[in-house]
């Protein structure tokens, strides 16, 4: 599998180089090694199951989301900003509104805690 970066240049899938990029968004946050290649391995294999031999470097950044935004929202903010090169305050609004209205359609004990707001 090949990524293609924004510059043309392509380049072998990295496992470690998804890990790399989700550990800087989930620096002070309470998320486990284990946690990081668990989310990683995710990645690759929804790649994988594309089937496409090279694929954009965009659509890396979009597998990582959803995983991701499960593993700890703050993080997923955090990649989501730089990812999405957010340039206001009202997109990190925005982001946080979606992400209180995924929450709150979410089934009763059918998500991750997410713990209180108090941080």
Do not use: N, W
Request: aromatic share 6%; charged share 30%; proline share 4%.
């Amino acid at each position: 599998m090949s990524v293609v970066k924004r510059s043309g240049v392509t380049e072998p899938f990295s496992r470690e180089k998804v890990v790399r990029g989700v550990r800087r968004a989930c620096q002070g946050r309470p998320v486990e090694e284990d946690a990081l290649q668990q989310l990683a391995h995710q990645v690759e294999e929804a790649i994988r199951s594309s089937g496409m031999a090279e694929l954009p470097s965009h659509e890396v950044g979009l597998a990582i989301l959803g995983p991701l935004r499960e593993l700890d929202e703050v993080a997923y903010l955090r990649f989501a900003s730089v990812y999405r090169a957010y340039s206001s305050v009202e997109d990190f609004e925005q982001e946080i509104a979606d992400l209180r209205a995924a929450r709150e359609a979410a089934p009763v004990g059918g998500g991750k805690d997410t713990g209180s707001s108090g941080e």
